[in-house]
């Protein structure tokens, strides 16, 4: 686990941030929601690619990587 801003991480390592009020966490979300696939926790609710815990391996059929629908583009080939 390494303290750091930047989003993606090298395999093997986990970055992360400390922030002393969660609006902070939610701004920031909202400014980088297209370079984040989903969000793992409680009280996010008002955050469209909001997951709770335990449920991120278990996707809905309407739930799409990165919102694509996946069979609409092949149709569409």
């Known amino acids: 686990m390494?303290?750091?801003?930047a989003l993606h991480s090298?395999?093997?390592?986990?970055n992360f941030e400390v922030y002393e009020d969660v609006n902070d966490v939610k701004?920031?979300?909202?400014?980088?929601?297209?370079?984040?696939q989903c969000v793992v926790g409680n009280d996010m609710k008002d955050n469209p690619?909001?997951?709770e815990?335990?449920?991120?391996?278990?996707p809905k059929l309407t739930?799409?990587?990165?919102?694509?629908?996946?069979?609409?583009?092949?149709?569409?080939l």
């Open 10 to 14: 090298p395999i093997a390592v986990v």
């Open 63 to 76: 739930d799409y990587a990165d919102n694509i629908d996946t069979l609409k583009f092949l149709a569409e």
């Open 27 to 36: 701004k920031y979300l909202i400014e980088n929601e297209d370079q984040i």
């Open 2 to 5: 390494k303290k750091d801003t």
């Open 49 to 51: 690619n909001y997951v």
């Open 53 to 58: 815990f335990g449920q991120t391996q278990f």
